[in-house]
């Protein structure tokens, strides 16, 4: 080797060393080890949920597929204290309502409606417009599946699939196997931007013959609330490190009730399984009399209060070193018809007032959220605090 060439390998030699100095003490006075800069980011989006005092609407798939209704609505929420909407994403026939990327969904028939063409454009939107996207899955009422995984589905004494008094399957909740199908299409919708998923019918089915249902040996090993439980704990569990919170819909006598109501909505069992509880606490959908209300759809202020009231001591009261759920129930933007021969000179129409109240009694039960329901998705605009 010349004198030149071993000038150059000794200043090669130099630089080497000094870079590896200068990065052992970078790391050092940084807190960081050389090795660090090979360790790829951690994929838990858990510490990045973002948490929003929601005030939020119902909206059907037909709903953000049909461009002029979404839009129309999109103005509504610009005008309004809304800022949150719920979306189905799987809705009460059991079917995908946008172009999924699961390929065992379109086979076994989930995506033969499809009314969102183009998710990502909708999930744009609302991010530009900062409107909290929340995606309902209606859990184990699935006409679809159930009928074409008998193995998965509710059986009868039988041993056929099960249906209830509208002719509607539902998946078992005390098999394991047929939580992986909601908690997968949940993934992927956190995955596509929605960041809370609201398992809705999260529970044992309630009408129909139910004395014909057999759940097998089951049922007297494990109680229906706890099956639930367990459900909504493992859907949360694999859901977390998405970065989404997770809420589950229940009866709103649920709030009241001393146990699980023969189909697995145990208020305390719920609120240490998931981020928020959603009791649909529609006055129209309470017996008259109830809570000492002779007509409870005439007088909505008393029975959201007293419901929502119920369930906060309710949960306040649980002693446990976990988290707790907050409440944010489901209230009523629709009127009730098929009350008027009932209540006579009592039907109440409903409008400003009656939105304005119920929203009041949340306030005035220490609860900052809620959200409104009407099927059709026509809300009134003078119920709302304007922007």
Same mark, same amino acid.
């Given at each position: 080797?010349?004198?030149?060439?071993?000038?150059?390998?000794?200043?090669?030699?130099?630089?080497?060393?000094?870079?590896?100095?200068?990065?052992?003490?970078?790391?050092?006075?940084?807190?960081?080890?050389?090795?660090?800069?090979?360790?790829?980011?951690?994929?838990?989006?858990?510490?990045?949920?973002?948490?929003?005092?929601?005030?939020?609407?119902?909206?059907?798939?037909?709903?953000?597929?049909?461009?002029?209704?979404?839009?129309?609505?999109?103005?509504?929420?610009?005008?309004?204290?809304?800022?949150?909407?719920?979306?189905?994403?799987?809705?009460?026939?059991?079917?995908?309502?946008?172009?999924?990327?699961?390929?065992?969904?379109?086979?076994?028939?989930?995506?033969?409606?499809?009314?969102?063409?183009?998710?990502?454009?909708?999930?744009?939107?609302?991010?530009?417009?900062?409107?909290?996207?929340?995606?309902?899955?209606?859990?184990?009422?699935?006409?679809?599946?159930?009928?074409?995984?008998?193995?998965?589905?509710?059986?009868?004494?039988?041993?056929?699939?099960?249906?209830?008094?509208?002719?509607? =399957?539902?998946?078992?909740?005390?098999?394991?196997?047929?939580?992986?199908?909601?908690?997968?299409? =949940?993934?992927?919708? =956190?995955?596509?931007?929605?960041?809370?998923?609201?398992?809705?019918?999260?529970?044992?089915?309630?009408?129909?013959?139910?004395?014909?249902?057999?759940?097998?040996?089951?049922?007297?090993?494990?109680?229906?609330?706890?099956?639930?439980?367990?459900?909504?704990?493992?859907?949360?569990?694999?859901?977390?490190?998405?970065?989404?919170?997770?809420?589950?819909?229940?009866?709103?006598?649920?709030?009241?009730?001393?146990?699980?109501?023969?189909?697995?909505?145990?208020?305390?069992?719920?609120?240490?399984?998931?981020?928020?509880?959603?009791?649909?606490?529609?006055?129209?959908?309470?017996?008259?009399?109830?809570?000492?209300?002779?007509?409870?759809? =005439?007088?909505?202020?008393?029975?959201?209060?007293?419901?929502?009231?119920?369930?906060?001591?309710?949960?306040?009261?649980?002693?446990?070193?976990?988290?707790?759920?907050?409440?944010?129930?489901?209230?009523?933007?629709?009127?009730?018809?098929?009350?008027?021969?009932?209540?006579?000179?009592?039907?109440?129409?409903?409008?400003?007032?009656?939105?304005?109240?119920?929203?009041?009694?949340?306030?005035?039960?220490?609860?900052?959220?809620?959200?409104?329901?009407?099927?059709?998705?026509?809300?009134?605009?003078?119920?709302?605090?304007?922007?």
């Amino acid at each position: 080797m010349g004198k030149g060439c071993r000038n150059i390998f000794i200043f090669a030699t130099i630089i080497i060393l000094f870079s590896f100095f200068y990065v052992d003490n970078y790391s050092h006075s940084t807190g960081f080890s050389k090795k660090d800069f090979l360790v790829q980011p951690d994929t838990n989006w858990a510490p990045y949920k973002e948490k929003v005092e929601v005030k939020g609407i119902y909206l059907t798939g037909n709903t953000v597929g049909y461009k002029d209704r979404f839009d129309e609505l999109i103005r509504f929420i610009d005008t309004t204290e809304i800022n949150a909407v719920v979306i189905d994403i799987k809705d009460d026939l059991g079917e995908i309502t946008y172009n999924t990327d699961l390929d065992y969904l379109k086979d076994i028939g989930a995506t033969n409606n499809i009314r969102i063409e183009d998710i990502g454009e909708v999930m744009s939107i609302l991010r530009e417009k900062d409107i909290y996207p929340i995606a309902r899955i209606v859990t184990f009422k699935d006409r679809n599946l159930a009928s074409k995984r008998p193995d998965l589905a509710v059986k009868s004494k039988e041993g056929t699939v099960w249906r209830d008094n509208k002719g509607d =399957a539902w998946l078992n909740p005390y098999n394991k196997e047929s939580w992986e199908y909601p908690v997968k299409i =949940a993934e992927e919708a =956190a995955l596509k931007g929605f960041k809370e998923i609201q398992f809705d019918y999260v529970r044992f089915p309630t009408d129909g013959k139910r004395d014909f249902i057999d759940y097998g040996q089951a049922i007297k090993d494990i109680p229906m609330e706890e099956a639930i439980g367990e459900f909504l704990k493992y859907a949360k569990e694999r859901l977390e490190p998405l970065g989404v919170y997770v809420s589950a819909d229940v009866f709103g006598l649920v709030t009241t009730s001393e146990d699980d109501m023969g189909l697995g909505q145990y208020l305390e069992t719920i609120a240490t399984s998931v981020d928020i509880v959603s009791p649909m606490v529609y006055p129209s959908h309470y017996a008259m009399g109830s809570y000492g209300v002779r007509y409870p759809d =005439a007088e909505p202020y008393k029975i959201v209060y007293k419901s929502v009231t119920t369930a906060v001591n309710r949960i306040d009261n649980i002693h446990t070193n976990d988290r707790k759920a907050i409440i944010r129930p489901w209230l009523q933007d629709f009127s009730a018809p098929w009350l008027k021969k009932q209540y006579g000179s009592y039907y109440t129409k409903y409008g400003e007032k009656q939105i304005k109240a119920q929203i009041q009694a949340c306030y005035d039960s220490g609860v900052r959220e809620w959200i409104f329901w009407n099927a059709s998705n026509k809300y009134t605009l003078d119920g709302y605090e304007r922007k």
